[in-house]
């Protein structure tokens, strides 16, 4: 297959990031036009004056990659050229669960011929790891650090696809780097349903949550085997797919990350950790995941 | 009116960025033992390990040396060694 993302890219030793481009553009293929906002993948990718796409790819601001995405869209339709392109707009959770929210939900709200995908490492990488919308409970940053009395994040992680699908798109689904023939065969299903669609692929971050580089694919699977990410898949409102999985203690993916560091060396930890598994409880009862 | 081309450039242009100057540890695949399933290849975060009949051959001039190709890779056919430059 075609390599449609060069290296000579500056993502860290290890990137999930990286690694979530690649699969996108295998399930994309060539024909698209990909906009990303302000994020590690637009910083590692456009050292200028350099590019690592072998794409149209195009960045302008941090909030409004749905917005451009929408604007390249409708141009090609008002060109009558939208049969020569798919629009893919290729973002952050900073940009996509916060910053760029209101402007996503336009996107959706107004029915674009774009795939809105979001790659979730769970906090602001490129600026130093503060959290995000994205950041899920108990894990430190540098904007919700673990200390004396604090077990870091206080709020849970945003429940974006379900925002999403309350919009009554098409296409809903999430996927994760440690399932890369998953995550190629959503982005391809993705594109060819006419309407907006939205993806979020889980993608480690070993710079930002701790962890050696080597170990970005495992920790990606342990996060969906412990159902603190669940992967499934929802079409016109219903969830017509669901990654069953034999579950795991949410420790196992908790106690490899410097994030979550502090649950296991501070009095009262036990509890966060508790308050932990039963978010992972609920993953799993609400998609029925066990398998 | 004239439209400024902005920042412009050319696909895949960081190629000329040797990233394998970064590198700490250097992944070497055993032939012998590799039994060509591609899962290297597919999680390379760089997408340097390429197929040349059958077998996996990695692109040192990229290659980080993040270690996720050994990590990964189900036959154990890959080793992480210092880098000696």
Avoid at chain 1, 13 to 41: F, H, M, N, W, Y
Avoid at chain 2, 13 to 27: D, H, L, Q
Avoid at chain 2, 44 to 66: N, Q
């Amino acid at each position: 297959m075609e390599e449609l993302f060069a290296p000579g890219h500056r993502g860290c030793a290890g990137c999930g990031a990286a690694i979530a481009a690649r699969l996108i553009l295998k399930g994309a293929g060539k024909d698209i036009i990909a906009v990303s906002p302000t994020g590690c993948l637009e910083v590692i990718s456009s050292p200028y004056p350099q590019s690592s796409w072998g794409v149209p790819w195009i960045h302008s601001l941090f909030e409004n990659a749905a917005a451009v995405a929408s604007g390249v869209e409708a141009a090609l339709r008002a060109l009558g050229r939208e049969d020569e392109a798919k629009v893919l707009a290729i973002a952050g959770d900073g940009g996509t669960i916060d910053i760029g929210f209101g402007v996503l939900s336009g996107m959706l709200e107004r029915g674009h011929d774009v795939t809105y995908i979001c790659y979730d490492n769970e906090a602001y990488m490129n600026t130093g790891i503060q959290r995000s919308g994205s950041t899920p409970y108990g894990a430190s940053t540098t904007t919700s650090p673990a200390g004396k009395i604090s077990f870091g994040e206080d709020r849970p992680k945003k429940n974006a696809p379900a925002i999403a699908a309350a919009h009554g798109i098409p296409y809903v689904a999430t996927a994760s780097i440690a399932y890369p023939k998953d995550v190629i065969k959503k982005v391809k299903k993705a594109v060819e349903i006419e309407g907006p669609k939205y993806l979020q692929i889980h993608a480690p971050c070993c710079t930002g949550w701790g962890f050696d580089s080597s170990r970005t694919i495992e920790i990606g699977r342990l996060a969906v085997e412990t159902a603190l990410f669940p992967i499934y898949e929802m079409q016109n409102g219903k969830i017509t797919s669901v990654k069953k999985i034999k579950r795991k203690p949410v420790e196992e993916y908790l106690k490899v990350q410097r994030r979550f560091r502090h649950l296991f060396e501070k009095e009262g930890g036990e509890e966060e950790i508790k308050k932990i598994q039963e978010i992972a409880d609920g993953n799993a009862e609400q998609f029925g995941l066990d398998l | 009116m004239k439209l400024s081309i902005g920042a412009v450039t050319e696909p895949g242009s960081t190629r000329i960025n040797k990233t394998g100057s970064w590198r700490t540890f250097k992944p070497i695949i055993d032939v012998e033992a590799c039994v060509g399933c591609g899962m290297c290849s597919m999680f390379c975060p760089e997408g340097v390990v390429y197929e040349v009949e059958d077998k996996y051959t990695i692109d040192y001039d990229y290659c980080k040396g993040c270690g996720v190709c050994a990590h990964e890779c189900p036959s154990g056919a890959i080793e992480m060694v210092i880098e000696e430059k």
